[in-house]
Every structure is written in structure tokens, then in C-alpha cells.
């Protein structure tokens, strides 16, 4: 599909897929503005659905935003433009995360591998449920390692003690989380209820069962108050799990590996890959520092769980329009 135009069913397009992407227990934490003269949509931040406990520093959030850039550009190029990103456009304008312009070019110039994960964006979603233990191939590990570096990131794949060390922090970091009156409070905040009139935050249904064996430390969102589950199921023995790391840790490294996770999901789901994010670690500065490694000097940012299984429940988005300039301090 091809436009020049950036007309109403091209910002539909754009503004679906930006809202598709994944986000820190789906708070959606973004703004798009839409600026005719320069041809470029306007990314924002959106402060009013923070997380204090689990994300004080915004780090998260950025890494949020950065997947919404990045299915911009998808879209952007499955549409028939070179989408030209700049972070951090403006030092005086902190909420201002990035800029997509759209520039014409012509359709055999856009970025090839893009036309796969278009498909792809509207199809991926979180998968909590068991994996089946079948290991994902090689060259299929290799293409989202690539994806994460195009992107300025690196993905590690340990091997299965790697991947040990890798989840026994992340339990600690959930037990730790468990036993934190604040930090169960903000994040049972975010669950909804069946037919729940919001746009935002994860469905009870959603949430997916818990390891029977206990190896899986998968989010628990309710704490110790009763709610329904879904029985207790036995997770895949032998789990994947990728680490996701950028070399230094500023604002622009998380927009970066934002961008870099969700190139590595949508390539994971066009290979029938699920996926899902175990986050709990990076909450807690001396087990995100640990989960690099010892003697190592990076900056993880995210790890993702990957493997063949059922697909995720999908979660509700908010929908968006972008507000046009010169208005950019406005609400979507």
C-alpha cells in the first residue's frame, strides 16, 4: 500500500499501530501531535498514568515509547514513506520524546524488511500462558538478536545457566515486590475487571496462571488478595529468555532499546514466536545491576521470555488521535 497524502486513513493507520505496542502494565504512557507543514508526528510523553513504585525514574516508560516509535515507523514505510526519527528533539521540550517525520520516497526504497512486521503488529500480543519447551531455532534466535542490534541495542541469549542466574533474580526481585504493601497496591491498580470502562491497564483475564513448580516467576498483579485465577499450570522446563541491554543508560538509550524491543517481538511473532516481558528485576537497582553479570559493563534494560505456546489475550488500547499544531501541549 502506497500514499503521498497524509490523510485521515493514513493517521488511522499510524495512530493503531503506535497504540499496539507494548507498555509497562499497558498504562499507554504516550501523546502524538501531527504537524502538517513538516510532515512529522510528534511523540510524547503522558505523565498522568505514572509509576512511582515501579518506575520512579521513567525509564520504563521511555522504553514504552520507544516501541510506539518504532511501529510508527513500520507503519510509515508500509505506507510508502522513509520515516526519519529524531530523539530528544528539543532540550527545552522534556515531554518531547521524538519526532517521525514522514518523507516521500519511492516504494522500493523503504526498508524490505519492514513489509514482514507490518502484519505482525496488529498480531502480537503478551503471552502469560505455559510454552511448550520446543525450542525456538537458531536462525530464528539470530534474526532478533539482529533486530535488536540494527536498532542500537544488543540482545544475549544465555545458555540454560545463564538463564537460571537470569530467573532466580527475577524471583527475588517478585518476591521482593510481593512483600511491599506500596508496590502491590500500585500495580493491583492496574488490573481491570471484566467489561471495566477502560481503555488502560491489564484485564483480569489476562493475567494468566501461575508456575505450579514454581520456577516461572511471572508477575503476580493482585498480591495476596483473593481474586479468580486460572489454575495452577506447569511452565516449560527448560525456558528461553533474552536479555535485552543497551551500552550506556540515558533517556536516548531507552528510546533506543524501546524501538529495539518491540523490532524484536514483531520478528519473533512473524516466526509464530510469543513472547513476554519479565520486568520485575529492572525494578530493584542492585538486581537490574546484577542480571548484566558480573565484570560486565552494560545497562540491561528488559528480559524477555520467548518459545512456542498459545497466544496472548489481547489487552484494551486507548485510541489516538494526534492533535494537530499549533497545539502541542494538548491532550490526544
Avoid at 534466535?141 to 541469549?157: C, F, K, N, P, Q
Avoid at 537470569?166 to 504493601?181: D, G, I, K, M
Avoid at 491498580?189 to 496462571?209: E, H, K, N
Wanted: glycine share 6%; hydrophobic share 40%; with cysteine.
Amino acid at each position: 500500500m502506497q500514499t503521498r497524502e497524509i490523510d485521515a486513513t493514513a493517521v488511522r493507520a499510524l495512530m493503531s499501530a503506535a497504540v499496539a505496542a507494548p507498555s509497562i502494565h499497558n498504562t499507554q504512557p504516550w501523546r502524538f501531535g501531527l504537524d502538517p507543514d513538516s510532515r512529522s508526528i510528534e511523540v510524547r510523553s503522558d505523565r498522568r498514568r505514572p509509576l512511582p513504585m515501579a518506575d520512579p525514574d521513567l525509564r520504563a516508560q521511555h522504553l514504552s515509547v520507544g516501541a510506539a516509535v518504532f511501529n510508527l515507523r513500520v507503519t510509515a514505510a508500509h505506507l510508502g514513506w522513509n520515516p526519519v526519527v529524531r530523539l530528544l528533539p528539543a532540550p527545552d521540550d522534556p515531554d518531547l520524546l521524538a519526532t517521525v517525520q514522514l518523507t516521500a520516497v519511492p516504494a522500493a526504497d523503504g526498508p524490505p524488511s519492514f513489509r514482514d512486521l507490518y502484519e505482525a503488529v496488529e498480531r502480537r500480543h503478551t503471552s502469560r500462558m505455559p510454552f511448550t519447551g520446543r525450542p525456538v531455532p537458531d536462525p530464528v534466535v539470530t534474526e532478533m538478536i539482529s533486530s535488536a542490534r540494527v536498532e542500537g541495542a544488543h540482545l544475549d541469549v544465555p545458555d540454560i545457566l545463564g538463564t537460571r542466574r537470569l530467573l532466580r533474580l527475577t524471583q527475588a526481585a517478585e518476591a521482593r515486590n510481593a512483600s511491599h504493601p506500596a508496590r502491590t497496591a500500585e500495580a493491583r491498580t492496574w488490573i481491570t475487571l471484566p467489561r471495566a470502562d477502560t481503555s488502560y491497564g491489564i484485564p483480569l483475564t489476562a493475567l494468566g496462571p501461575r508456575d505450579a513448580s514454581g520456577r516461572m516467576p511471572m508477575r503476580g498483579f493482585t498480591g495476596s488478595l483473593p481474586a479468580p485465577h486460572l489454575p495452577a499450570l506447569r511452565f516449560e522446563r527448560h525456558a528461553q529468555v533474552a536479555l535485552l541491554w543497551t551500552l550506556r543508560d540515558r533517556r536516548e538509550d531507552w528510546l533506543r532499546a524501546g524501538q529495539a524491543l518491540e523490532h524484536v517481538l514483531l520478528t519473533a511473532t512473524v516466526h509464530g514466536v510469543r513472547t513476554s516481558m519479565l520486568h520485575q528485576a529492572m525494578e530493584w537497582p542492585d538486581l537490574r545491576a546484577a542480571t548484566g553479570g558480573p565484570g560486565r559493563r552494560c545497562c540491561p534494560q528488559l528480559l524477555i521470555r520467548f518459545g512456542y505456546g498459545p497466544d496472548g489475550h489481547r489487552t484494551p488500547r486507548a485510541s489516538a488521535y494526534p492533535v494537530t499544531r499549533p497545539a502541542p501541549g494538548c491532550d490526544r
